[in-house]
């Protein structure tokens, strides 16, 4: 099998154990950090398949063969675990853990015999793969360390040994998510399907007692929860064959999580979660303290209006020919509001709130002036501080926002609309929020194309702030943005320059944008930016020049843009971090191309080199040592070639 076929096929299990999601409370922890610190690997392995220099054979092949069984391992364990039983995951916990640790021994293992000093890779995929290993020798060191709850195994063997303090039964069913009809028959299935897979073997009474435990919690949950039995199964309301065929084709965005059905009073909880009113009142009034679906303990007993989805909601009726559910006129207090000794689940809004309901309808008028005024409002709530961004967030004002990019035909709303989407996004909670909301990325991207000067600029602002977190990258780069973000790195202003250059330096991270970015013409446009009398972009256009010398289309470019001269005018004269960048950048193309080496050479780089060695930051030391070694290597070649100088250049 060929190396590239090869690589392929390890980018696609990664993906495949990425993709698995379903991890189980107990293990949920272990589960998704062993998923997330092997899609980490996913850019080193493009770098794999896309190197097109020659690489040890034998060894690598030999690796990429471990990493592959390895792989495997880990995609069955996760797999295996998903589908046990939650109590046993609990209860055998040691058991589990041993072939976890197998797995990961197994991982590093494959990981380390990597030869990674010949696939010349980035320094950020470098290090990347190092924290990849640190982190799998640290789990291996921690071993039967591992940190448990343990109250909940306590609480547990308690419940497996005979007790029946409801108590015990209410922190075991919080903690296992084990509070609803749908848990309650998926732990059940899960037992069974472990028993009728035993291989015919006597499982003994211990999977009788997790079944016996298990019926406890289902009693306690329906005494707990009365109306348990109505949520899976959906209460059967009066409705036409018509109306219930409506009801089925209810998108899942617009149903209730408790009750199922479609909601008539969309009200959001601390925990961020929407529900209809009067079934997370009545949720409340039970005396729950936590959000019915994340089992996240509320941590305010106020519940925010959620304007947005209402609005949808009745967007989706009138285009679909159903009559919107009515929503009661006055909704009633919870019952708690009556006692002195407890606040209200449904206390009175605050001044704070009306004002944001008011604003947040305005977005929704049919006037502009209205949703200009409103969008600026936002603006300067947003920026003031992280209070004011968890409750515009919270009370909907996201999607509002988000359908001004790309609805409305007033410059200044959009660029406040953008601008407040700034802003929310500075709270690194809402950063999910905004990412995830239909149409929002393509919408800023819209703002990015078509926008006011201002606009644009911040639309670039607000894509850097997304592109933070890691996973936001890619869907960054497929939606597009990375061309504008050129346009506005070639020809914004100073201000709009900084704002796209720092965007497209955390969006080239990703290994996928590096091409993207070439091919859209960025290199010509860094190159520019070295040459300009003001400098004020040198130190953005050498970081992102060295991000992209490492993809295999930006060798080729920035090699035939006459980098070299400028390189080593930067190691010779710049500053630290130029040196570092400038270095990085030689260290691609002399590996690409042995004309580079020569060319540097000529322009007497070595000294240089040799200064950068001893004197240099630790990267650059590293850069430097690099450089120095490919010119050792080169020269030796050459001498056992019996070619002298002219020699090298008419070989090259």
């Known amino acids: 099998m060929a190396k590239t076929e090869l690589a392929k096929i390890l980018i696609e299990s990664v993906k495949e154990i990425a993709s698995i999601s379903d991890h189980r409370p107990p293990m949920k922890t272990h589960c998704a950090h062993l998923s997330r610190r092997l899609k980490l690997l996913l850019p080193m392995l493009e770098e794999i398949r896309d190197c097109k220099n020659s690489l040890p054979e034998e060894s690598m092949m030999k690796a990429l063969l471990s990493l592959k069984e390895s792989l495997l391992h880990a995609k069955d364990l996760l797999i295996y675990i998903s589908q046990l039983s939650k109590i046993y995951l609990v209860l055998e916990r040691d058991q589990v853990m041993v072939r976890f640790q197998k797995v990961t021994a197994l991982l590093e293992q494959a990981l380390s015999e990597i030869p990674y000093q010949s696939l010349e890779i980035s320094d950020e995929l470098q290090e990347q793969v190092e924290l990849v290993l640190v982190q799998l020798r640290r789990s291996i060191g921690k071993g039967r360390g591992e940190k448990y709850d343990d109250e909940l195994y306590k609480d547990l063997l308690s419940l497996y040994d005979g007790a029946t303090d409801s108590e015990i039964l209410r922190r075991v069913a919080e903690k296992l998510q084990l509070m609803t009809v749908t848990d309650l028959t998926e732990e059940s299935l899960a037992l069974?399907?472990?028993?009728?897979?035993s291989g015919g073997d006597d499982p003994g009474e211990s999977f009788e007692k997790m079944m016996m435990l298990l019926k406890n919690i289902k009693d306690f949950v329906q005494t707990y929860n009365p109306n348990l039995e109505d949520v899976p199964l959906r209460s059967k309301p009066s409705l036409s064959k018509a109306q219930d065929e409506d009801q089925k084709n209810v998108p899942e965005d617009f149903r209730c999580p408790i009750s199922h059905k479609l909601m008539s009073d969309p009200v959001i909880v601390s925990s961020g979660q929407t529900y209809d009113r009067e079934c997370i009142k009545k949720w409340l009034d039970d005396g729950n303290s936590t959000c019915p679906k994340t089992q996240v303990k509320l941590t305010i007993d106020i519940v925010t209006p959620n304007y947005a989805l209402r609005s949808l909601i009745a967007q989706w009726c009138e285009s679909n020919g159903i009559e919107p559910p009515k929503r009661p006129n006055n909704p009633q207090p919870s019952s708690k509001a009556s006692s002195s000794s407890s606040s209200s689940s449904f206390s009175p809004p605050s001044d704070e709130q009306l004002k944001i309901e008011a604003l947040l309808c305005k977005l929704t008028s049919q006037r502009p002036e209205e949703q200009r005024s409103a969008a600026g409002e936002i603006r300067l709530l947003a920026k003031q501080n992280n209070h004011n961004r968890v409750v515009l967030a919270a009370s909907g004002a996201i999607p509002l926002l988000v359908s001004l990019l790309m609805n409305s035909d007033d410059p200044r709303t959009q660029e406040h609309a953008v601008t407040s989407i700034l802003n929310l996004s500075i709270f690194q909670e809402n950063k999910g929020r905004i990412i995830s909301t239909f149409g929002a990325v393509p919408g800023i991207v819209h703002v990015l194309k078509k926008g006011s000067m201002e606009a644009r600029e911040n639309a670039a602002a607000t894509l850097?702030?997304?592109?933070?977190?890691?996973?936001?990258?890619?869907?960054?780069?497929?939606?597009?943005?990375?061309?504008?973000?050129?346009?506005?790195?070639s020809e914004g202003s100073h201000r709009g320059k900084k704002d796209a250059g720092t965007a497209l330096f955390n969006l080239c991270i990703f290994q996928g944008n590096k091409g993207k970015a070439v091919r859209a013409g960025l290199v010509p446009v860094l190159m520019r930016l070295l040459t300009?009398?003001?400098?004020?972009?040198?130190?953005?256009a050498l970081a992102i020049l060295a991000i992209l010398s490492s993809h295999p289309e930006g060798k080729v470019v920035v090699g035939a843009a006459d980098a070299v001269p400028f390189m080593v005018d930067f190691i010779r004269s710049g500053s630290p971090r130029n040196k570092e960048n400038a270095a990085a950048v030689l260290v691609q193309l002399c590996s690409w191309d042995p004309q580079h080496l020569i060319e540097a050479e000529k322009l007497g780089v070595m000294g240089c080199l040799i200064d950068m060695a001893e004197n240099g930051t630790d990267r650059g030391k590293r850069k430097a040592a690099q450089l120095l070694n490919r010119f050792s290597r080169f020269n030796e070649q050459q001498k056992q070639s019996g070619l002298g100088v002219e020699g090298q250049v008419s070989l090259i």
């Open 192 to 197: 069974l399907d472990m028993l009728s897979t």
């Open 464 to 489: 850097f702030s997304l592109s933070v977190i890691d996973e936001n990258k890619m869907t960054i780069g497929a939606a597009g943005a990375i061309p504008p973000l050129v346009n506005l790195l």
């Open 532 to 540: 300009e009398p003001e400098g004020r972009m040198v130190d953005e």
